[in-house]
Structures are given as structure tokens and as C-alpha cells.
């Protein structure tokens, strides 16, 4: 089977295309793979426990009395020892002992 110029460079390009995808599908994998900070003492911190529909941004604003929210919202993922903003129904999130009272 002869290709032409044409057909040689979809072919290549395809392949390029497949091995591109292939290492950013094992970068994602890694990156999911990756160690997770175990948090390890909060005694005495106060918390809430996350409920069906509640969103790391919601509990954050709710917390921050309409200060900036965003920034709430990293001190409680840094609190946590969360890698990104996804939480789950059921979890216990720890908080900023200064939003006790709220």
C-alpha cells in the first residue's frame, strides 16, 4: 500500500495526536495518584459536617459574613489538607476557629 504525501502526514499527525493524548491522560492519572496531607489533630477546632448539595464556596461565604469568600475558602482547604475544592456529603470540614460564633 503507497501513501501519498498527504496520507503520510495524517498518519503522523494522528500519531502525534494519540501519543500526546496518552501522556496527558498520564499526567491526570498522576497527579490523582498523588499523596494526600492526612490531617492529623484538630482538637478542639470547630467544624461542620458537609450536607447533600452544600459546595466548598457556599459553606466559605456562609462563614465569611461578606467578607471575601475565596479566601475563606482556602483556609478551609488548607485547614482540611484538601487538594481542590471537591467535597463530598458526610465529611466532617474543619473551620477557621474565628467563624465559631458564626
Given amino acids: 500500500m503507497r501513501l501519498t504525501r498527504r496520507g503520510r502526514v495524517v498518519l503522523v ?9 496518552g501522556f496527558w491522560l498520564g499526567t491526570r492519572a ?3 495518584a498523588e499523596v494526600r496531607v492526612v490531617v492529623t489533630d484538630h482538637s478542639g477546632q470547630p467544624w461542620v459536617e458537609v450536607k ?3 459546595t466548598l ?3 466559605a461565604d456562609a462563614l465569611s459574613e461578606g467578607h471575601d469568600a475565596g479566601e475563606m475558602a482556602e ?3 488548607r485547614l482540611n489538607g484538601l487538594p481542590d475544592s471537591l467535597i463530598r456529603p458526610g465529611t466532617r470540614l474543619y473551620v477557621p476557629a474565628d467563624t465559631a460564633a458564626r
Fill in 52 to 54: 447533600q448539595g452544600d
Fill in 13 to 21: 499527525m494522528a500519531a502525534a495526536m494519540l501519543s500526546l493524548g
Fill in 57 to 59: 464556596w457556599a459553606i
Fill in 30 to 32: 498522576a497527579s490523582v
Fill in 75 to 77: 483556609r478551609i482547604k
